[in-house]
């Protein structure tokens, strides 16, 4: 029977989206939550069709909508080893259309929130070079002049570094939820603490993702407990503090510095007492992020499809491909008493 309704005909007629610059090339697309996201080049797009902006089909206007979510695309390191390693997986692992669904939109996920990360400290980064150098300059012509005065401070510099690590915390609990897939029955854990303890009293001492939890033990503690100090600062045993741009003794610059001691849940007090360099630790906070998240994403689908024995990660190191888009992969092996018939 044909329809006669206008709105019908328009939604069910083809039609066509374009995306600018035709320069960056369409390598992937995700359908996450009736959004299709377009991963190019150098940017991802999300496009949602009128029937997701209008699902009851009252307003015939309603046009389908594209828009860039993210200006990094498959050739960023953050992209490619979390989004694109997590499709690799995905793919050669043969998991449920669910759990692919599940780990695929927490990856995205995180790429969206470590690039936050990433654009904090790029950008705090970029203040600081741009001051240096003007204060440089004006100690060139006159050595005794006053850098305060010549040379202002980055401004909301306390805010953004604030943002930076409460985003960190955030970041976590996405792999927090991760490694809860693995977690039969719907049994949530509500810490990395927890999850170790469940398999240790499973008696599954060699489950990878213990193994991964074991060694970034340290790392992962400071990471999990540092928002209390910048939430509850004003606790006995928290600080969370950061000191401005300033020049020494002989008017060198010195970089934005933090310190910060807060009270562990799983551990005594952490407390660090001098002073560290912010920038620094920024870039390798999220380079560690990085590392925790290749590991822990291999160890949960390995021990999601762990009834095929016969699947094996195999990591390719830095030295083996230092241009290698992705580190792990998953490799399939006959047993040796298989016997083709």
Same mark, same amino acid.
């Given at each position: 029977?044909k329809?006669?309704?206008?709105? @019908? +005909?328009?939604?069910?007629?083809a039609?066509?989206?374009?995306l600018?610059?035709?320069?960056?090339?369409?390598?992937?697309?995700?359908e996450? #939550? @009736?959004?299709?996201?377009?991963?190019? #080049? +150098?940017?991802?797009?999300?496009?949602k069709?009128?029937?997701?902006?209008?699902?009851?089909?009252?307003?015939?206007?309603?046009?389908?909508t594209?828009?860039?979510?993210?200006d990094?695309?498959?050739?960023?390191?953050?992209?490619? /080893?979390?989004?694109?390693?997590?499709?690799?997986?995905?793919r050669?692992?043969?998991?449920?259309?669910?759990?692919? $669904?599940?780990?695929?939109?927490?990856c995205?996920?995180?790429?969206?929130e470590?690039?936050?990360?990433?654009?904090?400290?790029?950008?705090?980064?970029?203040?600081?070079?741009? !001051?240096?150098? !003007?204060?440089? *300059?004006i100690?060139a012509?006159?050595?005794?002049r006053?850098?305060?005065?010549?040379?202002?401070? %980055?401004?909301?510099?306390d805010?953004?570094? +604030?943002?930076?690590?409460?985003?960190?915390?955030?970041y976590?609990?996405?792999?927090l939820?991760?490694?809860n897939?693995?977690?039969?029955?719907? @049994?949530?854990?509500?810490?990395?603490?927890?999850?170790? $303890?469940y398999?240790?009293?499973?008696?599954?001492?060699?489950?990878?993702?213990?193994?991964?939890?074991?060694?970034?033990?340290?790392?992962?503690?400071?990471?999990?407990?540092?928002r209390?100090? %910048? *939430?509850?600062s004003?606790?006995?045993?928290?600080?969370?503090? %950061?000191?401005?741009?300033s020049?020494? *003794?002989?008017?060198?610059?010195?970089?934005?510095?933090?310190?910060?001691s807060?009270?562990?849940w799983?551990?005594?007090?952490?407390?660090?007492?001098?002073?560290?360099?912010?920038l620094? @630790?920024? +870039?390798?906070?999220?380079?560690?992020l990085? !590392?925790?998240?290749? #590991?822990?994403?291999?160890?949960?689908i390995?021990?999601? %499809?762990?009834?095929?024995?016969?699947?094996?990660?195999?990591?390719?190191?830095?030295? *083996? #491909?230092? /241009?290698?888009?992705i580190?792990?992969?998953?490799?399939?092996?006959?047993?040796n008493?298989?016997?083709?018939?």
């Amino acid at each position: 029977m044909k329809n006669n309704n206008p709105i @019908d +005909r328009k939604r069910n007629a083809a039609g066509s989206i374009s995306l600018p610059d035709p320069s960056d090339p369409i390598q992937d697309m995700i359908e996450l #939550d @009736d959004i299709l996201y377009i991963i190019r #080049d +150098r940017s991802v797009y999300e496009i949602k069709l009128a029937d997701t902006l209008d699902p009851q089909r009252k307003h015939i206007s309603t046009k389908g909508t594209t828009c860039k979510v993210l200006d990094i695309g498959m050739n960023s390191t953050i992209v490619s /080893r979390i989004l694109t390693q997590a499709r690799s997986l995905i793919r050669n692992a043969c998991l449920s259309k669910e759990c692919d $669904k599940t780990i695929t939109k927490t990856c995205f996920n995180c790429v969206k929130e470590l690039k936050h990360l990433d654009s904090i400290y790029n950008d705090l980064s970029e203040k600081f070079s741009n !001051k240096k150098e !003007k204060y440089n *300059e004006i100690l060139a012509r006159n050595p005794q002049r006053d850098f305060i005065q010549d040379v202002p401070i %980055i401004e909301n510099i306390d805010k953004n570094a +604030r943002d930076f690590f409460v985003t960190g915390h955030k970041y976590l609990q996405l792999l927090l939820d991760l490694a809860n897939l693995a977690i039969p029955n719907n @049994d949530s854990k509500k810490s990395f603490s927890e999850i170790k $303890k469940y398999y240790l009293t499973n008696n599954d001492q060699d489950n990878k993702i213990l193994l991964v939890l074991q060694h970034y033990d340290n790392l992962l503690d400071f990471m999990w407990n540092l928002r209390n100090s %910048i *939430e509850h600062s004003s606790t006995k045993g928290n600080l969370f503090a %950061i000191i401005n741009i300033s020049y020494g *003794e002989k008017n060198e610059i010195i970089p934005p510095m933090w310190e910060y001691s807060f009270n562990s849940w799983s551990k005594t007090v952490v407390r660090t007492e001098s002073k560290r360099m912010l920038l620094d @630790d920024m +870039r390798t906070y999220i380079e560690n992020l990085l !590392k925790i998240t290749e #590991d822990l994403l291999v160890s949960i689908i390995c021990t999601i %499809i762990d009834s095929r024995e016969n699947f094996f990660p195999y990591k390719i190191s830095i030295d *083996e #491909d230092p /241009r290698a888009e992705i580190r792990y992969k998953l490799q399939f092996f006959l047993p040796n008493d298989f016997v083709k018939k």
